[in-house]
């Protein structure tokens, strides 16, 4: 069983930064993907970026160029940095981890366990 703990949301004003940590529990964290996603109000779960177990990475379209996503096996953490918010970057914020595939899916029925998600907010 693996657990997932985000953590670092808050507000924000537009044009500024956020970063999300997600601490996993478990000794299956270096041989997963791992994944970020996140559902604004009204609207449904989307991927924004996900990474490999060599840290090989890709993202949505939509953040590409201003989120980061990184890891670090020792400390069993994933890490989302995110720059030049936006309003429309508002949601909450979901890690996600994936012990199967061998890409980051951006579907979310690939995924085998999920945090409890954290509120990030960006005012215009």
């Known amino acids: 069983q693996v657990q997932l703990v985000e953590s670092g949301g808050g507000l924000v004003q537009a044009g500024g930064s956020l970063r999300l940590s997600c601490a996993a529990s478990?000794?299956?964290?270096?041989?997963?993907?791992m994944a970020w996603f996140r559902q604004a109000p009204g609207k449904e779960r989307e991927f924004v970026a996900g990474?490999?177990?060599?840290?090989?990475?890709t993202y949505a379209d939509s953040v590409k160029g201003r989120f980061t996503i990184s890891r670090d096996n020792a400390k069993n953490t994933v890490y989302l940095q995110m720059n030049s918010l936006k309003p429309e970057d508002t949601a909450v914020y979901y890690c996600?981890?994936?012990?199967?595939?061998?890409?980051?899916?951006?579907?979310?029925?690939?995924?085998?366990?999920w945090g409890q998600g954290t509120q990030v907010t960006v005012s215009s």
């Open positions: 996600a981890a994936d012990e199967h595939t061998m890409y980051p899916q951006r579907g979310l029925g690939a995924y085998d366990y």
């Open positions: 478990g000794r299956t964290f270096s041989r997963s993907i």
């Open positions: 990474i490999m177990r060599s840290g090989g990475n």
